[in-house]
C-alpha cells in the first residue's frame, strides 16, 4: 500500500532544506590566483579577502565550522570582499610567501592592486572576524602606496608620522619599527599620555625589533 505524502508537506519540506543550505553554504571562497581576484575586485570594487590556512591548523578548521558558515558573517563578506581559500602547503602557497605569512591562519585583506590593506594572525569569533571585515573597510582608500606617495614627497610632519606609523603596524609592514622611530625623533615630550601609549603599541617586537 502506498502512502501519498501531501502537497503542502513536501513544500515545507523543500522550504526547510532550502533554509538548512542556505545557512550552511557560508562566505562564497574560491581559489582564485591572485592575479584573476585583483581582475575581479577591481571590476567590483571590491577587497580581497584571503584565508591563508594550512590542513592541520586547529584554528583553521574551528573557523571553517564556526565562524565563515555564520549568517551575518558570510552575508557581510558575500556583500562587500572577493573571497579566497589559501592553502599554504599546496595550491596557496604563492599567497603565503609573497605576503610572508608565518602563522596560520593569517587574514589578509588586499586591495585590487594586491596591496596590503589589513592583516592579523590567529582564529577569531564570528563577532571579531566581522570586526575585522569592517575595519578593512574603513582602510579600503587608505592604502600604504599613498602614505609611501606623501612621505616620498617630502612630508615628515609629526601627524602625518604617527598615522603613517600606526597604518603600517595594522599591516605588519616591515617599515613600521623605522617609521615609529622617526615619529618620535619629532617629539620633545615622551612621557605624554599619548606617546607613552604609542610607545607601549610599538614595543611590540616586530621582527626582532622593538622601541626598548
Known amino acids: ?85 589559501a592553502n599554504a602547503e599546496k595550491k596557496g602557497k604563492y599567497y603565503a610567501n609573497r605576503y610572508g605569512v608565518r602563522a596560520y591562519p593569517t587574514l589578509l585583506f588586499l586591495n585590487h592592486e594586491g596591496e596590503v590593506v589589513k592583516s592579523i594572525s590567529g582564529g577569531h569569533s564570528a563577532r571579531g572576524f566581522y570586526r575585522l571585515g569592517e575595519e578593512a573597510l574603513t582602510l579600503k582608500n587608505t592604502n600604504y602606496s599613498k602614505y609611501q606617495t606623501i612621505y616620498s614627497k617630502g612630508n615628515r610632519k609629526p601627524e602625518f608620522l604617527k598615522a603613517f606609523a600606526e597604518y603600517s603596524y595594522s599591516i605588519k609592514h616591515k617599515e613600521t619599527y623605522a617609521l615609529a622611530l622617526e615619529y618620535l625623533e619629532t617629539q620633545k615630550d615622551w612621557s605624554s599620555v599619548i606617546n607613552m601609549k604609542f610607545i607601549l603599541k610599538h614595543s611590540i617586537p616586530y621582527e626582532g625589533e622593538k622601541l626598548f
Not at 571562497?29 to 584565508?51: M, N, R, T
Not at 591563508?52 to 571553517?64: A, E, L, N, Q, S
Request: charge should be neutral; charged fraction near 25%.
Open 1 to 85: 500500500m502506498k502512502t501519498l505524502i501531501p502537497v503542502s508537506t513536501l513544500m515545507l519540506l523543500f522550504i526547510a532544506l532550502g533554509f538548512v543550505a542556505s545557512a550552511q553554504s557560508g562566505i562564497d571562497f574560491s581559489q582564485h590566483s591572485l592575479g584573476h581576484a585583483k581582475k575581479q575586485a577591481k571590476a567590483e570594487d571590491k577587497l580581497i579577502f584571503v584565508d591563508v590556512y594550512t590542513d592541520w591548523c586547529g584554528p583553521c578548521k574551528r573557523m571553517d565550522k564556526e565562524v565563515f558558515t555564520d549568517s551575518k558573517v558570510a552575508d557581510f563578506f558575500n556583500e562587500n570582499f572577493i573571497n579566497v581559500k
